[in-house]
């Protein structure tokens, strides 16, 4: 047995959303392929390594195959590929505009528009947000949260605030990086994992908080981060839900033609 060609295969099919003897028919038409074109390689004159390496690249790669072969079990599966993808850029374009790159607009504009220095983003007591030095202790004092769900505990409080602008910093916070977890694991094989998600999700979140203060275009609030991580984590939980939808469809469909 060609430990390259199991490697290969299993490579492949693992990744697979279908039924057990779906991956298994699928591994053995691999498996027939390529010891075939192995044998004629080694009748051609080439090498043990040689050919195996020929053979696999002749059969495909492993990120072009996992597709087809998905869409081959399962075509719903190979359009709701297609349709994270879109749904991503949208949504990447999206995060950019509302987070970053409309408020650095909007603070230039707001810069120009008045005949001293004006920043809606930032607090500042008794003094311009040009005249703050980014270096300030008590600039920071006023615009930094490292105090995880100290930021939480006062919206949830609502005190002296709207309880409607409370409820709003929450929820928005929460669902701005839950498309991330629910769309990665459909995009990326490495994302596929709970652990990944949650990684990108804070590191996503803790580098918009710094773009965001050190642009003065926003605070850098550690509870910021928790709930935009939650958020991610509650899209991911979505994404397994979907699948899990979709292995029923998948044994359903099985059944269906088991019993013909």
Known sequence: ??????????EITSTLT???????????????HLYTSYEVLLSNGHEEK???????QTFGQTNVLKLSFQQVVDPLYGWLHKFALTCFVIYSFA?????????????????QAFDFPFNSYVKTQGADATEKAFFDFSFWEQN????????????LKAE?????????????????LLPLGLLLPFLFKRCKKFTSVVAIAFITSFCIEIIQFTLQIGMADIDDVI????????????????????SLRIQFKHKKYSTR
């Not at 047995?1 to 299993?10: D, G, L």
């Not at 505009?97 to 607009?105: F, G, P, S, T, V």
């Not at 930094?144 to 919206?155: A, D, E, M, S």
């Not at 002296?160 to 701005?176: D, E, K, Q, R």
Request: proline share 2%.
């Open 1 to 10: 047995m060609n430990e390259k060609f199991e490697q290969y295969i299993h």
């Open 18 to 32: 279908c039924s057990p003897q779906e991956k298994q028919e699928i591994a053995d038409e691999m498996r027939d």
């Open 50 to 56: 040689s050919a195996t390496n020929k053979a696999i």
């Open 95 to 111: 995060l950019s505009w509302i987070l970053l790159i409309k408020r650095l607009i909007t603070r230039i504009l707001d810069y």
């Open 144 to 155: 930094v949260n490292c105090i995880p769900f100290k930021t939480i505990v006062l919206y």
């Open 160 to 176: 002296h605030m709207n309880t409607s602008f409370a409820v709003n910093n929450l929820v928005v916070n929460f669902i701005f």
């Open 227 to 246: 709930l935009n991580t939650l958020g991610a984590m509650f899209g991911f939980a979505i994404y397994k839900l979907i699948i899990w939808f979709l």
